[in-house]
């Protein structure tokens, strides 16, 4: 019988559905993201955190994560019961709910249920691949270096974040301040801001952090429009993945499927798809997407 336990705390969240999100580690690099934000500041989001495990017969077959604003995010499921037990929790939990986000068949099973449910059109906001490294390509000949980011890089940083923003992520989504987001990165233990600088002038940015498991998550790597295609970005993360492979065990970030460009960068230096996860928007909904970090890069 499917049951759901809603958790307050990210470490007995993980203590209960840690070794089921672990055995697919790539595919929840987003929820293990999460956790560790939460472990780091359990304030960050504002809002208590919705950290929902399901079980069946005492194995888990499920997981989501919520932490207002954002959206909702399902862990992989291989039937459509624990999606369903999450559904009508989360009904319950946030009646207007803005989205959903998730593995193709789990997100689209839980759309499907919040519009004969709740009477809610739901529609495909964004269609992200997910990508492994556990090895990195440098590329050779790229002109110019990788270097830690420094303050006196704060303005133009912060505008790039910015840029990348409104590029990268859902035009109904309310973007993270910039600044903010700079900050969260360079307060992460494991994280940080690395550039990419050609000429004595930043040319590239990535940024990495909230680690999992056994890695790392990269994002977000941004490349101005009028220098992609001079191969900075594929510089930055090659150097910058071989640089943290020297301290995990594994790299993941985010692609948008519809962009061929960044998915071909990432193959090129080292990185190898994994899974698919779709967003949904559902009609009349506020919230913002859980921020995957995605790349606009080349």
């Known amino acids: 019988m499917v049951e759901l336990d809603r958790v307050s705390e990210v470490d007995a969240f993980l203590a209960a559905a840690g070794a089921f999100l672990e055995a697919r580690e ?3 690099n987003l929820l293990f993201g999460i956790c560790a934000h939460l472990r780091r500041d359990p304030t960050a989001y504002g809002s208590p955190p919705y950290l929902a495990v399901v079980s069946d017969g005492g194995h888990v077959v499920g997981a989501a994560i919520r932490t207002p604003p954002y959206d909702l995010v399902l862990s992989e499921m291989s039937t459509a019961d624990p999606v369903e037990a999450v559904a009508i929790d989360a009904a319950v939990a946030f009646p207007d709910l803005g989205g959903v986000m998730g593995p193709p068949d789990v997100s689209r099973a839980f759309a499907d249920i919040w519009e004969r449910e709740r009477h809610r059109a739901a529609r495909v906001a964004m269609q992200q691949r997910i990508y492994r490294a556990s090895s990195a390509r440098v590329p050779a000949a790229v002109p110019g270096r990788m270097r830690p980011f420094g303050h006196t890089d704060r303005e133009l940083v912060v505008r790039w974040l910015g840029a990348f923003a409104d590029e990268a992520l859902s035009e109904r989504d309310v973007h993270e301040d910039p600044s903010r987001l700079l900050d969260r990165r360079l307060d992460d233990p494991e994280g940080g801001i690395l550039v990419w600088e050609d000429d004595d002038r930043i040319v590239s940015l990535a940024g990495f ?3 999992t498991p056994n890695g790392v998550r990269v994002g977000p790597v941004y490349t101005p ?8 970005a594929s510089g930055l993360v090659g150097t910058m993945t071989a640089r943290l492979l020297e301290r995990h065990r594994l790299c993941f970030l985010f692609t948008d499927r519809a962009n061929p460009t960044s998915n071909a960068i990432y193959q090129r230096v080292g990185y190898e798809p994994v899974g698919d996860v779709d967003q949904y928007r559902f009609e009349g909904g506020g919230q913002r997407a859980a921020s995957t970090t995605r790349s606009t890069a080349e």
Request: charged fraction near 35%; avoid cysteine.
């Open 26 to 28: 790539a595919e929840h």
């Open 209 to 211: 952090g909230t680690p």
């Open 225 to 232: 429009p009028e220098l992609r295609r001079r191969g900075y």
